[in-house]
């Protein structure tokens, strides 16, 4: 009885702890790229306010200078993974935010010229 | 008395309580974050659609002047575009659209010393089901 008793006992904890170990490990998992997810959103958030910022100048015929590099958390820093650039198109310039090779944002701005 | 034996006892109950907390805690942070994905993605869609919008009208409307400078007649320069004139009113119509978004632009043909110059009179910028983004007539481009 008592060793009946004892085997269930080590079963019970046995099982507890291996769904506590499961739950844990997909909870960090969830949790982890939900924060992941939310700081690349964060950054992008920032990357297309300065975009929005540098649309408006050129559209109100400033001369700015399109050559801005951002880090993971979308401030801008000398070398870092995103980078704005500017494409000159028919009658003004294509703002193009880029990660390596991908475009993750792009609009034309109307700066004037001529079709 | 005989004693009955559980394989579920309290611990293990509490614990699967545990469990079901911290996973849906954990499931609702994911499902909110994606839902902010989502937001942010429609988002970035409207500002570079009305982005677009708001560069094609300016160059469609250089081009409108462009042929009226170049001495067109009024008659072949609507019929050329295929504008929408209204004649008494001297005004035209235009309507571009992306696949979201769509900006409507009243314009008025003035005359004067130096020829026929356009003038917008109105820009609407508003979406699939007719919503306007627009405020008091112009559009609020950049969201």
Excluded: C
Excluded at chain 2, 78 to 97: A, F, G, I, P, S
Aim: proline residues 2%; hydrophobic residues 45%.
């Amino acid at each position: 009885m008592k060793k009946q008793s004892q085997r269930l006992l080590i079963m019970e904890i046995a099982l507890s702890l291996g769904l506590l170990i499961i739950a844990l490990s997909l909870s960090f998992g969830f949790f982890y790229s939900a924060l992941k997810q939310h700081r690349e959103n964060i950054a992008m958030h920032k990357m297309t306010e300065t975009m929005l910022m540098l649309s408006e100048d050129l559209r109100n015929g400033q001369n700015v200078t399109i050559d801005t590099s951002f880090d993971v958390l979308g401030e801008i820093v000398d070398q870092g993974m995103y980078h704005l650039t500017s494409i000159p198109i028919e009658g003004g310039l294509e703002l193009r935010l880029m990660h390596e090779e991908t475009v993750l944002l792009a609009w034309p701005i109307w700066t004037g010229g001529q079709p | 008395m005989k004693k009955r034996f559980f394989l579920f006892g309290v611990p293990t109950l509490f614990t699967v309580f545990v469990i079901l907390m911290v996973l849906s805690f954990a499931s609702l942070a994911y499902l909110n974050v994606s839902q902010e994905t989502k937001a942010m993605a429609r988002g970035n869609v409207v500002l570079t659609e009305s982005y677009t919008l708001l560069y094609e009208g300016q160059m469609k409307l250089e081009e409108l002047q462009k042929d009226l400078d170049a001495g067109m007649r009024i008659a072949d320069w609507v019929k050329l575009h295929n504008l929408d004139y209204n004649r008494l009113e001297q005004r035209v119509k235009l309507e571009m659209n992306t696949i979201s978004l769509g900006l409507k632009m009243t314009i008025e043909i003035k005359q004067g010393p130096e020829g026929m110059k356009l003038k917008v009179l109105e820009h609407r910028l508003v979406n699939g089901i007719d919503q306007d983004y627009s405020q008091n007539g112009n559009p609020v481009f950049g969201g």
